[in-house]
């Protein structure tokens, strides 16, 4: 193939699970110029076949003939794995990279099967992450290279739900948190403590609570967590505190609050601002920010890692994925139990996995 030629190619892509936002996602994907979407499927065929006529491609409500029939490099899975992870072992099995909204699995061990299959085949298994390409969180991960971070001594994070415009597809089919792995916790703050996981790696040890507040008392159990609170350690004296629940109603995405002995920070997506210790500002940068524009460089950061993986590297891995499943996964280990839970004992519960990140 001629460089000409490798440079107008397009990832052959199809996409699994039709929810609120899937048009605009895949559109985007195509507007990128590095993917072709030549299938969608969807459990409901009625919306697969109105996405089909929309994208020019084929329809299927069959996912096992999805897997087997399409000749695809990507697959976009926006469907709960509790749904088709047989199909997506299929996928990556015919040497298929796989593009996974958030979260990466519906649990630690299933993630690290995933990723580890993956690896065999030699493809890529990439949760996807708008939320890494926000500017203020982009910015954050350049400030702290430039810093001494063991001058931070604690992180709190503290999550108002609205709507998120983050979200690439508004799925109608988490109907059961159990079989999906839970509510809050995994599917919806997923990304942020990704961020926490990538910028000051793997904490010791959490202490986790959970709690629904739904006003049917018998479907609590059943509807899972809509309240998280957390205790994070890390290393070299660093703290930690997560705050997350839909009861306090619509509000901005989470902030991100950094202290130190030298400076403080606060982030949010659009913006980077440093204090000194009196309160007072000292240093902003603030960025337009369209959601759009997040979804459409994870496109492209995910398709030239494919399609040039010699001169491009992902900007996100699937080793801080897995960490980040590792760190969730522990913190529902530490509400069951009522206690503080260790994350090097997640690690230790999985025979094929040896982790460096704590």
Not at 123 to 128: E, F, H, L, P
Not at 236 to 242: S, Y
């Amino acid at each position: 193939m001629s460089t000409e030629q490798q440079n107008n190619r397009k990832l052959k892509t199809a996409c699994l699970g039709l929810g609120r936002g899937a048009g605009q996602l895949l559109t985007l994907a195509q507007d990128t110029g590095l993917y072709e979407i030549i299938s969608v499927s969807d459990s409901d065929f009625a919306v697969a076949e109105k996405m089909a006529r929309q994208l020019n491609c084929t329809a299927f409500d069959d996912y096992r003939q999805f897997a087997l029939q399409n000749n695809i490099e990507v697959l976009i899975v926006a469907e709960p794995l509790y749904k088709c992870v047989e199909h997506i072992r299929m996928a990556i099995n015919k040497k298929c990279h796989i593009l996974k909204l958030p979260p990466t699995a519906s649990n630690f061990e299933q993630a690290t099967e995933l990723i580890n299959l993956a690896q065999k085949n030699n493809v890529k298994y990439v949760t996807a992450s708008p939320y890494k390409f926000a500017p203020g969180f982009e910015r954050l991960a350049d400030y702290l290279k430039t810093v001494d971070i063991k001058q931070y001594y604690f992180v709190n994070i503290c999550v108002a739900f609205g709507e998120d415009f983050f979200a690439p597809i508004v799925s109608d089919s988490l109907a059961d948190p159990k079989l999906n792995g839970g509510r809050v916790l995994i599917n919806e703050c997923f990304e942020l403590l990704g961020l926490v996981v990538s910028n000051f790696l793997l904490p010791q040890q959490i202490y986790a609570l959970l709690t629904n507040k739904s006003s049917n008392k018998k479907a609590r159990q059943f509807f899972g967590e809509d309240t998280v609170t957390a205790s994070l350690i890390f290393k070299e004296g660093l703290i930690g505190t997560f705050l997350a629940s839909q009861q306090t109603g619509t509000g901005a995405v989470a902030p991100i609050k950094i202290y130190g002995v030298e400076n403080n920070i606060v982030v949010t997506p659009n913006r980077l601002a440093i204090y000194n210790n009196a309160g007072e500002l000292i240093d902003e940068h603030k960025y337009p920010l369209k959601p759009e524009k997040c979804i459409t460089e994870m496109f492209i950061d995910t398709g030239r890692a494919i399609l040039e993986p010699k001169q491009y590297k992902l900007r996100t891995s699937s080793r801080l994925d897995l960490g980040t499943m590792a760190l969730i996964e522990a913190a529902y280990l530490s509400a069951r139990t009522g206690m503080p839970e260790a994350l090097r004992k997640i690690f230790e519960m999985s025979e094929n996995e040896k982790f460096s990140l704590i």
